[in-house]
């Protein structure tokens, strides 16, 4: 018995395996429901597609399932592969350039910040390289940044200086000489550095007129203070 | 307690976890093989293309991108392997399985009806289909894949799917018919 026209009964014919096979969406199954209710025509067309679905599992699931020699042969052939974590010549610039990709703009500004304490990590590094103290035998006594302090700064009088961008390591090696200064610790946040002015502790007023005459070479200081 | 999906199994596999592709291969390789056995019908061929289905998964697994069912995945690879071995075959020899399939002297008709065992003559026929037809009635029968997914792994339009997939039942009743056995449709 016909009870819908002919195109919409072809849709729902052409449906019916995958409703025998249940993977239709819900809409759709509603649909054939519907369908095989109202039409017998087309109920005992679905008995035939439940039988050929039956069968076909039927078929295949006696066509058994393949011998140990495929994994073997699997695993055989990911052995030969290359390994996964090889090293490769390190591109710097890529390596960066990738993980930044994934960063918040908030973890990039921490990351900037920590690039730029690296950098001046490494100018202080340089600076105890090239300076050293006076009157040590060796004239670039090296000191790591995250080394004690007070063990290298026994008593004397001392000062916190920072030094402008544009100042050359002979520049700051001048300076201390003239001074009769060596670094001592450092760098510390904004780039500053506790140097000894005097091996012994300075009346406060010798101290404050020192500091005042290094103020006063602004090319090489841009921020100088007495310390204990 | 709750198996790893297949999904979360090829991510581990992308970072190279050995592991990972073992308890994958033991999920789906005998059906992936059962798929390629229909489609070669030679049981060492589809051994050795299992292999190469799963090998193709290792190297391929970071670029998976999720959008279709790993089953459905393997299933498309497994489909173009099987295929790529089957154009390496001439075609004479397709032809004689496919015929010898059907002239089986011992299920001419009218023995196969003393025997009254309509489902065997159906299986037979069922095996007697050509690749395409066969392919398209296990996708959906077997593997239980929708009209969307079997169209994502043989590459060709839903509604082409749909068509393809009458055409193989229509082929499959003439075959039934042909062995005597009249199902009044189509």
């Given amino acids: 018995m016909m009870t819908r026209n002919q195109t919409e009964r072809e849709e729902i014919e052409a449906l019916l395996p995958w409703h025998a096979a249940g993977t239709l969406s819900r809409r759709d199954a509603q649909r054939v429901e519907t369908a095989l209710e109202e039409d017998r025509d087309l109920a005992r067309q679905f008995d035939l597609v439940r039988e050929e679905l039956g069968e076909t599992i039927h078929l295949n699931e006696t066509l058994g399932a393949p011998s140990a020699r495929a994994m073997e042969k699997l695993f055989a052939g990911i052995e030969a592969e290359p390994k996964r974590r090889q090293r490769r010549s390190f591109d710097l610039a890529a390596f960066i350039g990738e993980r930044l990709t994934l960063f918040s703009p908030r973890t990039l500004a921490w990351s900037a910040t920590a690039a730029v304490l690296a950098i001046v990590l490494q100018g202080g590094l340089l600076a105890g390289l090239y300076l050293g103290e006076p009157g040590s035998e060796s004239p670039a006594a090296f000191r790591t940044a995250s080394a004690p302090t007070r063990s290298f700064a026994p008593a004397g009088s001392y000062a916190l200086i920072g030094f402008t961008a544009q100042a050359s390591a002979a520049d700051v090696t001048k300076f201390l000489e003239a001074h009769k200064a060596a670094i001592v610790d450092g760098p510390k946040p904004g780039g500053l550095y506790r140097i000894r002015i005097a091996q012994a502790a300075l009346p406060k007023s010798d101290l404050a007129a020192i500091v005042k005459q290094m103020q006063d070479d602004t090319k090489i200081v841009r921020f100088v203070a007495a310390t204990e | 307690m709750q198996a790893t999906s297949d999904e979360a199994l090829i991510g581990r596999i992308a970072t190279g976890d050995k592991v990972a592709m073992q308890v994958l291969f033991a999920r789906h390789h005998v059906r992936v093989y059962r798929f390629v056995l229909r489609l070669v019908r030679d049981q060492t061929k589809a051994e050795d293309l299992i292999s190469e289905v799963f090998l193709d998964v290792w190297r391929q697994a970071g670029k998976f991108e999720a959008r279709s069912a790993v089953s459905t995945w393997l299933l498309a690879i497994a489909r173009y392997k099987a295929l790529s071995a089957l154009r390496r075959r001439p075609d ?69 799917v749909k068509t393809r997939m009458f055409y193989a039942r229509k082929r499959l009743s003439e075959l039934l018919k042909a062995a005597g056995v009249d199902r009044g449709w189509p």
């Fill in chain 2, 92 to 160: 004479e020899e397709l032809d004689d399985e496919a015929a010898a399939a059907i002239e089986d002297p011992g299920d001419d008709p009218e023995v196969a009806l003393e025997k009254k065992d309509k489902g065997e003559i159906l299986r037979k026929c069922l095996t007697a289909l050509s690749p395409e037809h066969r392919e398209i009635i296990d996708l959906v029968y077997y593997h239980e894949k929708s009209v969307e997914e079997v169209a994502e792994i043989v590459g060709i339009p839903e509604n082409t």
